[in-house]
């Protein structure tokens, strides 16, 4: 089954804790991307990744670190999570390179709901 | 001006209604444009693409102004398992291949 899988769903952390998010997906996509959705705000892009070790950042990237050294893993990082990433993220897979036009799917893992204390 | 513009809502309609959401967006480049929808917090997933030409899909029907810079998503013959966030989506392309959200419009269908 086709589908991007995050881990952990839920994680209530304090101030200043490293944490990382995992995500994986198994459609052998390019793009990736994690969101972050807030009420009245929408899905703000945090950052996202073209191909394997390329990376950039999106809109909201303060606070936060990702890699992408295999293309099925885009794992985001926060160093010294605070309240205000208080939040729920979603990462997001889709075709990239030469199979991508412009009506390509995007697809969204689970969610994770991370509370910051 | 935000991006991607949406009437939050909520949008309480009985079962069998028609409704209609519009979303406008300020980037005339625009190249691709998409409806969500998202239930109760759980993850996005595509409901339709929505074409220049329009498009139907069952009891929905998108359409495209790019003169205007709006699009709308119609729903006929409301079912209680439409009840959900419905998400206006624009691909601005380019090198960056970049998705804007809107904030979603609440849609409640009552019995």
């Known amino acids: 089954e086709a589908q991007v899988t995050q881990n952990p769903r839920y994680l209530i952390t304090v101030t200043g804790k490293k944490l990382t998010v995992t995500c994986s997906q198994n459609m052998n996509h390019e793009y990736m991307s994690w969101y972050r959705q807030d009420p009245g705000l929408g899905l703000r892009q945090i950052y996202y990744?073209?191909?394997?070790?390329?990376?950039d950042k999106g809109d909201v990237p303060e606070g936060y670190k990702v890699s992408r050294k295999e293309k099925r893993n885009f794992p985001l990082i926060l160093e010294s999570p605070s309240p205000n990433q208080t939040s729920l993220y979603f990462c997001a897979s889709r075709k990239g390179g030469p199979e991508w036009t412009v009506n390509t799917e995007a697809f969204f893992g689970q969610g994770t709901r991370l509370t910051v204390v | 001006r935000k991006e991607v513009e949406q009437d939050p809502g909520p949008f309480n309609v009985p079962e069998g209604a028609t409704v209609a959401f519009n979303c406008t967006y300020s980037n005339s480049a625009s190249q691709s444009f998409f409806w969500y929808r998202q239930d109760c917090r759980k993850e996005p997933k595509l409901l339709m693409s929505?074409?220049?030409s329009g498009n139907e899909d069952g009891r929905f029907t998108a359409q495209l102004n790019r003169a205007s810079q709006y699009i709308s998503l119609l729903i006929r013959d409301s079912k209680l398992s439409d009840s959900a966030t419905y998400l206006c989506?624009?691909?601005?392309?380019?090198?960056?291949?970049?998705?804007?959200f809107g904030t979603g419009t609440l849609l409640a269908v009552q019995p």
């Open positions: 989506v624009v691909n601005y392309g380019g090198a960056t291949n970049k998705l804007i």
């Open positions: 990744s073209m191909n394997v070790e390329v990376t």
């Open positions: 929505v074409y220049s």
